[in-house]
């Protein structure tokens, strides 16, 4: 959440989900433990990261260039 009158920003991050490629479908709810506290506006955000596991160790891709960050939604307040 960014409030662009008083310069503050907060961010609270939902958990992570770890899902495989598969060609499985799969419902995933992402929900932040909690909403910022400041007024604002809301920023939705989701962020894909690739990793490969390695006898049973996931490791982050070495150049991240399938990783992807999208703005999902923006809500700005109502005045």
């Not at 008083?6 to 709810?29: K, M, R, Y």
Request: aromatic share 8%; no cysteine.
């Amino acid at each position: 959440m960014i409030n662009f009158d008083t310069a503050e920003s907060e961010i609270q991050f939902s958990d992570v989900e770890n899902l495989p490629i598969d060609s499985t479908s799969t419902s995933v709810t992402l929900t932040p433990a909690s909403m910022p506290t400041i007024e604002g506006t809301k920023f939705f955000l989701l962020e894909i990261i690739y990793l490969q596991e390695v006898n049973g160790t996931q490791y982050l891709l070495n150049n991240g260039g399938f990783n992807a960050l999208s703005i999902i939604d923006v809500e700005t307040p109502v005045v």
